[in-house]
């Protein structure tokens, strides 16, 4: 299995960006799918999630900002973000394979930087 994330770059705060991860070979206990990131000297965090029901949640922090979304016959994950800010830029990692209640992940991506300034 592999996860290819896509869709980072540089943006000013208040811009969008829209980032992809293409999902290649089939999972085993893909019940949950999330975005996560990770800035220099913190810890990682999950973003979004969307469970096989398509049901969402998300950290409060980005919560009326971001979107997830999944395009099951193109095998791809999505995360919208929009209104972006500064403390937004991080690491962010795609991950699949995870339990029904959003943990354990099996699958990693190796991440796409976004950076807002």
């Known amino acids: 299995v592999q996860l290819v994330e896509s869709g980072g770059g540089s943006v000013q705060a208040g811009g969008s960006l829209r980032l992809s991860c293409a999902v290649s070979?089939?999972?085993?206990?893909?019940?949950?799918m999330g975005w996560f990131r990770q800035a220099p000297g913190k810890e990682r965090e999950g973003v979004a999630y969307i469970k096989s029901d398509r049901s969402t949640s998300y950290a409060d922090s980005v919560k009326g900002r971001f979107t997830i979304s999944k395009d099951s016959a193109k095998n791809t994950l999505y995360l919208r973000m929009n209104s972006l800010k500064p403390e937004d830029t991080a690491m962010y990692y795609c991950a699949a394979g995870g339990s029904w209640y959003c943990a354990d992940f099996s699958y990693w991506g190796q991440g796409t930087q976004v950076t807002v300034s």
């Open positions: 070979g089939a999972t085993y206990r893909n019940y949950c």
